[in-house]
């Protein structure tokens, strides 16, 4: 474990403390992490991460920005980071906590997203933290060490073609968002606009009974891709998903599109962990938690995002996606990200 402060709400509203410990205790270990596997891959982290940032630089166009630092974590140290990005969003957002807002909604949020953090860095196998507004975060690409290590044992992976395949996925990622000026105030500004309007609301409850009502009368599931946090959001909130579900839908179709190209090049097995990967991803014991929490929301990115990388290319070419990192305005809507054509059309 990597000795870091415990993330903690400013104003007290969340018990963020609470929020690890619960992730901690569903993260666990594992054993091959605390052996010399873990000394070889920290070893040539900093390296693949330069090579693969070289590579995918070439392949997007998006311009060079030099290399970040590179870490290989444990499940924790990933729990705390993205425990410690949560609590910046949220705590920025609430500012005078009162009622049940207290008492019942900060405890309920630690307990939910240490619960979501848990079961996510079992799974979880690289993460670009963006450079956040704060002293102890910046532009890093997390390698999650013993997830890596189990994948690469169960499935009998060659270790340096599957972290260079990983490597790929994660410094795109950073190109997105470092090469392309606005995107990462873009990015925060609807997050933290999202999370200021899904403050605690005892109205919330009747819209509640009225959605299941409707959902009833309509003959369709109460929770849909955006999980709870779609089922208490009223229409502005809703616009607002809609924007982070199509901008994460672009990015991640983009990301999977890149290092899979890339990976087909270089990397002799790519196709074979292409296709682990994409059958992890529909693995049905995951459906119900994925349901619940939003995560489905996620799932599908993957898939419509590289649909629509696709088929811009497709209808037109590889570099027309140069206009999307023009201005916000050129980003495709959630519409526009299963009608790629429809997105040609307006920004064309």
């Given amino acids: 474990m990597f000795a870091v402060d415990t993330p903690s709400s400013n104003n007290g509203a969340v018990p963020w403390a609470g929020a690890v410990k619960i992730a901690e205790r569903l993260a666990g270990t594992y054993p091959l ?26 392949e997007t166009g998006l311009g060079s920005v030099g290399v970040p630092t590179v870490e290989v974590v444990d499940r924790g140290r990933w729990v705390e980071r993205n425990v410690a990005f949560f609590s910046m969003i949220v705590d920025a957002t609430i500012t005078e906590p009162q009622g049940l807002v207290r008492k019942i909604g900060g405890p309920l949020v630690a307990a939910e997203t240490g619960a979501l953090l848990g079961v996510l860095s079992r799974r979880v196998l690289g993460q670009y933290e963006l450079v956040l507004p704060s002293e102890d975060a910046g532009d890093t690409i997390y390698l999650v060490g013993p997830n890596m290590l189990a994948m690469e044992r169960a ?24 090469a392309v000026p606005w995107m990462r105030d873009y990015f925060f500004e609807m997050v933290t606009s999202l999370a200021a309007a899904t ?41 607002l998903l809609d924007k982070i579900q199509a901008l994460m839908s672009l990015l991640e179709g983009h990301g999977h599109v890149v290092m899979d190209r890339v990976g087909g090049r270089i990397l002799r097995t790519q196709k074979r962990m292409s296709g682990l990967l994409k059958a992890r991803r529909a693995d049905p014991r995951m459906a119900a938690f994925m349901r619940l929490t939003g995560l489905e929301m996620k799932m599908r990115q993957y898939e419509l995002g590289e649909q629509f990388v696709l088929g811009v290319e497709r209808l037109s070419t590889w570099s027309a996606l140069d206009v999307a990192w023009t201005e916000p305005d050129a980003l495709p809507t959630l519409a526009e990200i299963e009608s790629p054509e429809t997105w040609l059309r307006r920004v064309s």
């Fill in 155 to 178: 499935h009998q992976l060659r270790p340096a073609e599957f972290r260079m395949w990983i490597a790929l996925h994660e410094c795109t990622h950073r190109l997105q968002f470092m």
């Fill in 199 to 239: 403050q605690s609301d005892e109205r919330r409850l009747t819209r509640l009974g009225s959605e299941i009502r409707k959902a009833s009368d309509e003959g369709r599931p109460l929770l849909d891709e955006s999980g709870l946090l779609g089922l208490f959001a009223n229409d502005d909130q809703r616009l």
């Fill in 33 to 58: 992490f605390d052996s010399y596997h873990r000394d070889a891959l920290i070893a040539e982290a900093v390296p693949l991460v330069a090579k693969a940032q070289e590579l995918v630089e070439a």
